[in-house]
């Protein structure tokens, strides 16, 4: 059987979604318009620094290590459920 959707989502829950998806693009443009008011030469040097290697290792780090406690903890609860039914 498939699932179909019958009505729209409520308009609260719709724009407490779009305020969401606004508020996660503000440090990008906020980012995207400093290196553009510095300049591409200073950017450059900025960017390329130890410090910004590390940070962007811890990121991919904290990234692969959420990703997988998420997809364990889903999969237990997920076995868990069906095991009840």
Do not use: H, K, Y
């Not at 407490?16 to 591409?40: E, K, N, Q, S, Y």
């Not at 811890?58 to 609860?77: D, P």
């Amino acid at each position: 059987m498939r699932w179909t959707p019958t009505r729209r989502p409520p308009a609260a829950l719709l724009a407490a979604g779009l305020l969401a998806g606004l508020l996660v693009l503000v440090p990008i443009v906020w980012t995207g318009g400093l290196a553009l008011d510095v300049g591409f030469s200073d950017a450059r040097l900025l960017l390329f620094r130890p410090l910004v290697a590390q940070l962007l290792l811890n990121t991919v780090a904290l990234i692969a290590a959420t990703t997988l406690v998420t997809s364990v903890v889903a999969t237990s609860v997920t076995s868990c459920l069906e095991w009840r039914l």
